[in-house]
C-alpha cells in the first residue's frame, strides 16, 4: 500500500478506510466468513483499491472480519472519499452475500434512528435531552397510580401534553413539550417503555404500592475548622463556569438531592463532555477574565505558525531526501514532521477551548440570571403573604 502511494505522490492525508462485518453467534464458521468477507471486499472495491481482509474472534467469541482499505487506487492513483452511499452500498452487498449462504441478515426498524452523539453519550454514560425526560417520567411513573394522575404529576413539572388533533381525534404520535424547551418529543422514539401504552402498563404496577418521589434523606452536613491556609476562592470566568457545572450537576454538593436540572439547561446536557474541557482549562491555566483568554489564545496562534513554518521547512527536505533515495535521512525527518503535527494538533484543541469560552462565556451569564430569576419566583409564590395588621374602624 505504501508503494503504490509513493507511486502516485499520495502519501499524505488520509491513510486507509476500516471497515467490518459481524456474524451472529454460532452461525457461521471461521472459514464461511472469511471466505464472505473476501468476496464482500472484491465485489466493492477489489478491481481498484487494496484491501486487507482479517478475520478473527473478540473476547466475547464474536465471529466478524476487519477491512483496511488503501485510499489511493492501484490503477489510476485516484483517492477513495468515503460518504454516506458506500455505507448503504456495503450493507446491501453483505446483505445479499449473507443471504446467498443462508445466513440471516439485520431487519431495518422503522422510525428514526438515534444521532451519533445521542447514541455515543449513552454508551458513555451521559446526559442526554431525551435520557432526562425518560427520567422525569420514570419519577412521574413512580408516584402515580392512573394515568391522569400520570399526567397531573408531569404538568406539575412544567409538562405539556399534545395527545390530539383540533377536530378531537386520538393523534397517531401523541407527543410531550418539556419546561422551557422550544418543541414535541414523541413518545414512541424516547425509547422501549416509554410509550403511552408502556406508560399505562408501568402504572398499573403501582396501584397496590404508590411510591413517592425518591428522595434519599442525608444528615445535615457537619462543619470542621480546618488548619492551615483558607482555600482560594474562584472569581471571573473560573467562577461562573464552576457555577454552571454545578446547576447541570456536573459538580453535586449533595448526590442524594433530587434537585432537577432546569430544562433550558438541559439544552447543555448534550455538551458536558465540552464544558467539562473548558472548565477544567480554566482552572489549570489560572484564567479569570477574557483578556487573560485573548492573550493566551494570541501567543498559542503565534506558536502555531512559528510551527508551520519549521514543519513546511522538514516537508521540502523530505521531498528531496525522496529524490535522492536517503530513506534513514527521510524516515528521521518523518519523525519531526510527526511530532510537530501532533503538537499543532493540541493547540489547534486549546485555541478552539478558548473560541469556545469567549462564545459560551455570554449564554452561561444569561441561562444563569435565568435561572436565578425562576428560583426567585417559585420562592416568592411558595412564600405566604402577610396579613395586614391595621384594622380600619371607621364606619
Known sequence: MIAVKRRFGKESGTTAYHGYQSFAPGEATPEMAHEIAVKLAERLWGDRYQVVVATHLDKANHLHSHFVLNTVSYVDGKKFHRTVQDYRDMQIASDELCQEYGLSVIKQTEGKSKSYAEWQAEKEGRSTLRGSIRADIDRAIAASTTG???????????????????????????????????????????????????????????????????????????????????????????????????????????????????????????????????????????????????????????????????????????????????????DAVRGKIGQLSQRLKKLRKEVALCDGIALRSGQVKENLGRLLLQEAIERKAKTPQRRNRNYNIER
Do not use: W
Open 148 to 330: 391522569r394522575n400520570f399526567i397531573q404529576v408531569m404538568v406539575e413539572m412544567g409538562y405539556e401534553f399534545k395527545t390530539r388533533a383540533k377536530d378531537g381525534q386520538p393523534l397517531k404520535y401523541p407527543a410531550l413539550k418539556p419546561p422551557g424547551a422550544k418543541g414535541y418529543f414523541r413518545f414512541h422514539k424516547l425509547g422501549r417503555g416509554y410509550n403511552l401504552d408502556e406508560i399505562k402498563n408501568r402504572i398499573l404496577q403501582n396501584i397496590y404500592k404508590q411510591v413517592p418521589f425518591p428522595e434519599i434523606e442525608c444528615r445535615p452536613p457537619r462543619r470542621y475548622h480546618l488548619r492551615g491556609k483558607p482555600r482560594k476562592r474562584f472569581t471571573g470566568l473560573q467562577a461562573l463556569y464552576f457555577r454552571y457545572c454545578y446547576e447541570l450537576h456536573i459538580i453535586q454538593k449533595r448526590p442524594a438531592s433530587v434537585k432537577r436540572v432546569s430544562f433550558f439547561l438541559r439544552e447543555d446536557i448534550a455538551k458536558l463532555e465540552r464544558l467539562d474541557r473548558e472548565t477544567l482549562f480554566l482552572a489549570k491555566e489560572g484564567i479569570t477574565s477574557i483578556e487573560q483568554l485573548s492573550n493566551r489564545k494570541e501567543a498559542t496562534e503565534s506558536e502555531m505558525e512559528s510551527l508551520k513554518v519549521q514543519r513546511e521547512d522538514l516537508r521540502k527536505e523530505l521531498r528531496r531526501l525522496i529524490r535522492t533515495e536517503n530513506q534513514p535521512a527521510a
